[in-house]
């Protein structure tokens, strides 16, 4: 099962910063929260990954509270492109453990 | 550098006949999954190689299985198809390191249809 619990969809008005909460309570000192995108039909995009601190790259950034208990990936200016399913994962990273995905949120950019 | 490619992109077959399906990982990726993904299960684990052997693997029955070459390349095999089976069939490959994290970075995917 999914570790991880995230709203099944949002809303977001293109141009403003879109930001998408994810639940990891349960979450080990050494996993990491991952977080894929999918656009319709498409392979999962990488988006981004950490495991205590605030990470940003080219397309978001990503926020982990202190306790590490949960996460906000930040799209800081969404376009109607960014329409996608979102989905966070929470795993040691290493190379002998496999993703599992939940169901994600269903992000829409309204324009 | 190229991503990882998914040939066929599209298939059907029938019920009972047999399918390949082909990924070509990152150059240097040494580690290749597989997953399956439908509307009702969502993205599910199939199975990962590494090194040409089989590390972990999902709940699915013995008709899915996979294979990996020496050049990191990997071929999924579906027998005796069902109708069940019909989904996008999608391909992840990772630089397999020792050490810190191992991103998996996903191919386009095969559109597998079973009539």
């Known amino acids: 099962d999914a570790k991880t619990t995230q709203p099944t969809s949002m809303d977001c008005a293109e141009g403003r910063a879109a930001n998408l909460p994810c639940n990891h309570s349960t979450i080990s000192g050494n996993e990491y929260v991952y977080w894929y995108r999918q656009i319709h039909s498409q392979g999962p995009q990488y988006i981004i990954h950490g495991l205590k601190n605030n990470e940003t790259n080219e397309m978001a950034s990503l926020i982990i509270t202190e306790d590490r208990k949960s996460s906000t990936l930040i799209l800081p200016h969404a376009t109607l492109r960014d329409t996608a399913v979102y989905y966070c994962i929470v795993r040691v990273g290493n190379r002998d453990d496999k993703i599992i995905f939940g169901k994600g949120t269903r992000l829409h950019i309204l324009p | 550098k190229a991503g990882v490619t998914q040939t066929p992109r599209y298939l059907i077959k029938t019920r009972g006949q047999q399918v390949t399906l082909s990924c070509s990982p990152i150059s240097g990726h040494r580690s290749v999954s597989w997953y399956q993904q439908t509307p009702g299960q969502g993205l599910q684990f199939l199975f990962e190689y590494f090194s040409e052997t089989q590390r972990n693997k999902g709940n699915f029955p013995g008709r899915f299985s996979g294979r990996q070459f020496s050049n990191s390349r990997s071929e999924m095999n579906v027998s005796t198809l069902e109708l069940g089976d019909s989904a996008l069939y999608l391909c992840?490959?990772?630089?397999?390191?020792?050490?810190?994290?191992?991103?998996?970075?996903f191919g386009p995917g095969t559109r597998l249809t079973v009539l």
């Open positions: 992840a490959s990772s630089p397999g390191g020792l050490l810190g994290t191992d991103t998996q970075y």
